[in-house]
């Protein structure tokens, strides 16, 4: 099968595995301002059209240590280690910070920031969560608009409707060429492994996104995507992780377990590149309509719209890419994914769709559990697909 380039993948595996150290060089470079923000919704392209770099604050690969004293450890492991890296200076990079999103949990995160740096200007512009209500739309636009004033009061500049259409574009240019690859994978025309497509979509989060675009190009225009995937191998989708990457550690051993995986719905993944922004009209209501329509394309439980829901997207999802069944990455403490668990389990069992639930942490994943909960999914999957002998 054809697979990507090992040398344009080696500069993106080094901007995702370490943001920061990418944002100090841009911004040395640039001598421009850089603007951090926090899953799961907020809109990139106004930092970008401010002349700004936007990086989304990702997960720390180091341990966790002041963050122990600052959060409980009830805490979900993304907002331990945003709180660490906030105590201990590793975020001093960032300008400013910008929430469009917000759980308690990530409320104590930034809370910390704001303790451990008074001077970085937070600003939080919670988006409704309710999508169908008459009143969601204009507010919605009324903090879409909020984020262009705090953003145009950080950065200090004026964000024109022309970059701001412009940024629009690229950063759409962007999330296409990214589709473009998971359909490739889903039709098993190019093999890109699950923590590679993390990859992928985790170093979009934080690059310059004009040269992210052109990373992506050389990749596409290097492939060659015409053999077919191993028929002797297991389908599988990833769901869940709806704030941050899951580690490349469990990713690996799920594919070492005789699967390819085809499809995933993480945030870092076809979550975030789902839907695009609309090109025509005002920029500011066409970013509003972006959030309306990415719960219509990929639907989150800490969402409410009567229409769409999660599992029925899941099951269309398994049949559009020919999985034959799920791994759900649960983030450990994370609240609105255990809160609909439930719904999404027995849903999955109404159509006989295997599931296996994995909790992920911070640190102390065990490997070898893991596999061996794999790969004991995986035979079972395997004895279901097997002929009746006559």
């Known amino acids: 099968m054809s697979e990507l380039d090992p040398t344009v993948m080696s500069s993106l595996r080094t901007t995702a595995d370490d943001p920061v150290s990418y944002a100090r060089e841009w911004k040395a470079k640039r001598g421009k301002r850089v603007i951090g923000s926090f899953p799961m919704n907020f809109p990139s392209e106004i930092v970008h059209a401010a002349g700004a ?153 934080v690059m310059d996104i004009e040269e992210h675009n052109a990373a992506l190009s050389r990749l596409l225009d290097r492939l060659d995507p015409h053999a077919d995937a191993p028929d002797d191998l297991v389908r599988l989708h990833l769901s869940g992780h709806f704030c941050h990457a899951p580690r490349p550690e469990v990713l690996d051993v799920i594919e070492e377990s005789g699967v390819i995986v085809v499809d995933d719905d993480l945030y870092t993944g076809f979550r975030y590149i789902s839907t695009d922004v609309p090109e025509h009209g005002d920029p500011l209501a066409a970013l509003s309509e972006w959030y309306l329509d990415r719960n219509d394309n990929a639907p989150c439980p800490t969402r409410v719209t009567v229409e769409v829901d999660w599992d029925t997207y899941l099951i269309d999802s398994l049949e559009k890419s020919r999985s034959n069944g799920v791994v759900v990455l649960m983030a450990k403490f994370c609240e609105p994914h255990m809160l609909y668990y439930p719904e999404l389990r027995k849903a999955l069992d109404a159509h006989g769709i295997p599931l296996l639930l994995l909790e992920t942490e911070h640190e102390g994943n065990p490997v070898e559990t893991l596999r061996t909960k794999i790969e004991t999914f995986v035979e079972r999957i395997r004895r279901q697909l097997a002929p009746v002998p006559s």
């Open 53 to 205: 770099l936007p990086v989304i604050v990702q997960e720390s690969r180091t341990p966790i240590t002041e963050g122990r004293n600052l959060l409980a450890e009830f805490y979900c492991g993304y907002t331990r280690s945003v709180a660490d890296q906030a105590a201990v200076g590793e975020l001093d990079v960032f300008d400013g910070f910008v929430a469009a999103d917000h759980c308690v949990q990530l409320l104590g995160a930034v809370d910390v920031i704001r303790w451990a740096r008074p001077e970085k200007p937070v600003h939080f512009a919670q988006f409704t969560s309710a999508m169908d209500d008459p009143w969601t739309k204009p507010r919605v636009a009324g903090r879409v608009h909020e984020l262009k004033h705090e953003i145009e009061a950080v950065v200090g500049a004026t964000i024109t409707d022309e970059a701001l259409a412009q940024s629009i574009r690229l950063f759409n240019t962007n999330r296409r060429l990214l589709r473009e690859l998971y359909d490739l994978r889903r039709a098993g025309r190019a093999r890109i492994t699950a923590s590679d497509m993390q990859v992928l979509v985790k170093s979009s989060m």
